[in-house]
């Protein structure tokens, strides 16, 4: 996941975005095209953290406040 550096390696990187990507657009359908395409710009892992606690809070919102939390840990457990 990490290197020696602490950074995060790319490939998992890509994986996250791309899983995170899948599930917005999954659970929100078309309500979750404007996230989907904020974690997909996302270039840097604190760019990507930013964007899934926006989109917990969403996903919260629209599927409670359990689903928005196993997101977060499922999702972004790798990145911090």
Do not use: W
């Not at 950074?7 to 999954?26: C, L, T």
Request: charged share 30%; with cysteine; proline share 2%.
């Amino acid at each position: 996941l990490k290197n020696m550096t602490g950074e995060i390696n790319a490939v998992y990187f890509e994986e996250v975005r791309r899983q995170a990507m899948r599930e917005v657009s999954h659970r929100l359908g078309p309500n979750g095209d404007t996230l989907a395409v904020k974690i997909e710009r996302c270039r840097t892992p604190e760019e990507l953290r930013v964007a899934l606690r926006e989109a917990e809070k969403i996903l919260a919102s629209f599927l409670g406040a359990e689903y928005g939390r196993t997101f977060a840990q499922k999702i972004g457990r790798g990145l911090l």
